[in-house]
Each structure stands twice: as structure tokens, then as C-alpha cells.
């Protein structure tokens, strides 16, 4: 995951980031389809395990990526804030709907069945799906949030006040 996320400014100049997004959000369904599929074998949910990383890590690097370039400089940071919050409540809503599934029909004492496993983890493979036609459907804002960060120039900025 980390590693693509690093790849992901070189990436970014050949795919646009939307399509970056939208291609995560796919191999992540992927690779819990697989998982799913197959998992009888530690190498079969390597593989597995490995296609969801890179899935996430071009999601959530591109979404940063996305995020920055959609907000003016002075907003950068509330943006991004909004992002991870909206990130960890997510997760939280994620974490309730699998309990919920796996967990939710098991009397006290019982396992649950590998189905209802089965049933969470390719609703989150859906999710997945969904997410990614969601990031390629809406489509960005006409006025350009790059155009409207403020230039700085010598008068404006100390540092390059100094310089100068």
C-alpha cells in the first residue's frame, strides 16, 4: 500500500487521478473477491491481500492528490481534515456493517458461518465498485481551484523578501 502510494505522483502523469481512484476502488474489490474465491492457501491470500493494497494505496493517494488541487491554498487544510475524518467515520460505519452481518444472526456461544464472512466482505467488495463508478460519474467543479491560489510574489512574501 505504502509503496504504491509513493508511486503515485509518477503514476499520476500518465492516469489521471480520478481514473487512479476509480481503478483502487476496482483492484480493492478485487482482491476480496479472491480472497472470497480462493483462500485456502497462505500464498492465495497473499495475492489476494496484495491486489486490495494496491487498490487502497492508489485510492487514498489519489483522493489526497484530488483533494489538494480541488480547494484554494487557503483551505487546504480543512479539506484534507474533512478527509481523514470522513476516512475514520467510514470506517467506524464499515467496521458496525460487517459485526452486523457476520455476527448478527449467531446465537451466544456459536460461530458464525462462513457465509455470512462471505456476504460482508463482497458487500464491501460492492462498495468498492460502486465507489469507483461514484469518482468516475461526478465530474469536477467548471472553476479551476488551482486558478484561484494566490500567486505570491516578492512584495507579498516575506521569504522571498528577504531574498530578493
Request: without cysteine; aromatic residues 6%; charged residues 10%.
Amino acid at each position: 500500500m505504502s509503496s504504491v502510494g509513493f508511486a503515485a505522483g509518477a503514476i499520476a502523469r500518465v492516469i489521471p487521478l480520478r481514473v487512479m481512484m476509480a481503478i483502487g476502488g476496482l483492484l480493492m474489490a478485487g482482491g476480496v473477491v479472491l480472497a472470497v474465491i480462493e483462500h485456502s492457501t497462505l500464498v492465495a491470500l497473499a495475492i489476494s491481500g496484495g491486489v486490495f493494497g494496491v487498490g487502497i494505496g492508489l485510492a487514498y493517494a489519489s483522493a489526497a492528490s484530488i483533494i489538494v488541487e480541488s480547494v484554494p491554498a487557503d483551505r487546504t487544510g480543512i479539506a484534507t481534515g474533512v478527509n481523514a475524518n470522513l476516512r475514520t467515520i467510514g470506517s467506524a460505519i464499515g467496521s458496525a456493517f460487517t459485526t452486523a452481518v457476520v455476527f448478527g444472526s449467531v446465537a451466544t456461544g456459536d460461530s458464525p458461518a462462513f457465509d455470512r464472512y462471505a456476504v460482508a466482505w463482497l458487500s464491501i467488495a460492492g462498495a468498492a465498485v460502486v465507489a469507483a463508478v461514484i469518482v468516475l460519474a461526478v465530474r469536477p467543479r467548471r472553476g479551476d481551484a488551482a486558478a484561484e491560489r494566490p500567486s505570491e510574489t516578492s512584495e507579498e512574501s516575506p521569504v522571498f523578501a528577504e531574498a530578493a
